[in-house]
């Protein structure tokens, strides 16, 4: 993505390629009340120039691009507030006096708890 076009879609360049500085490699974008980021060269020509722990194959991903994608698939939201602990809820368990039923490595055969 072009430096430029990203700057131009209201977006922010926070990191740009060697030797390309026209080239956005990461960037950011706001919408609505969201971000969208973007992760270009991840897959690079392979060279030895530089250290691939992966595998120096024109599918291997560089360290450096390993640990952006990771950070970039992981990242959770802080202001997100964090699921309710159930485990101290008092369960109430409704008897319909029907079995559980489960189909047993694949077979026609059906075992039932509770019998």
């Known amino acids: 993505v072009s430096a430029g076009s990203v700057a131009a879609n209201g977006g922010t360049v926070v990191a740009t390629t060697v030797g390309a500085s026209n080239v956005a490699s990461v960037a950011e ?10 992760l270009g060269s991840l897959l690079t020509f392979p060279t030895t120039g530089f250290y691939h722990p ?3 194959s024109s599918y291997g991903v560089t360290d450096i691009g390993y640990t952006l994608a990771r950070n970039m698939l992981t ?19 409704v008897d319909s006096g029907i079995p559980t039923r489960v189909m047993i490595d694949g077979s026609n055969e059906v075992f039932a708890f509770g019998q």
């Open 75 to 93: 990242w959770e939201n802080p202001a997100q507030s964090a699921a309710p602990d159930l485990a101290d809820d008092e369960i109430q368990w």
């Open 29 to 38: 974008y706001t919408v609505g009340a969201g971000r969208v980021r973007t």
């Open 54 to 56: 992966f595998g120096l």
